[in-house]
């Protein structure tokens, strides 16, 4: 298994494959490869379950209320979790599914 120990690297790893819209990544390969990589089985689901819980974060106490650069971090993070579940329903006009599990609506 590789650990990410420097993240500054991995990052520039990630350089040459990182995906674009309007690149060479279109908006239907990125619907497929989130609905693949988070929908196509159950450690796809739980992966998906753990950074949304994450980016959900505990609820919000009347003290943290005043701490503004808090409920910003917080809502930053509500808004990742919010965006992962946006490209995954995502589905561009013109891809035509094939699947039986979809459901339009």
């Known amino acids: 298994m590789k ?6 690297a991995f990052y520039e790893e990630l350089m040459p494959v990182r995906a674009t819209p309007g690149g060479e990544y279109t908006p239907e390969d990125r619907y497929r490869d989130f609905q693949a990589v988070f929908l196509s089985d159950d ?5 998906l379950a753990q950074i949304l819980r994450e980016a959900e974060g505990p609820p919000i106490v009347m003290d943290e209320v005043s701490e503004h650069s808090y409920l910003a971090a917080r809502a930053g993070m509500r808004l990742v979790g919010h965006t992962i579940i946006k490209w995954i329903n995502d589905l561009p006009p013109d891809v035509v599914i094939e699947s039986e599990d979809y459901e339009d609506g």
Request: charged letters at 45%; a positive charge.
């Open 43 to 47: 450690r796809g689901k739980r992966v």
């Open 3 to 8: 650990r990410l120990n420097d993240l500054q």
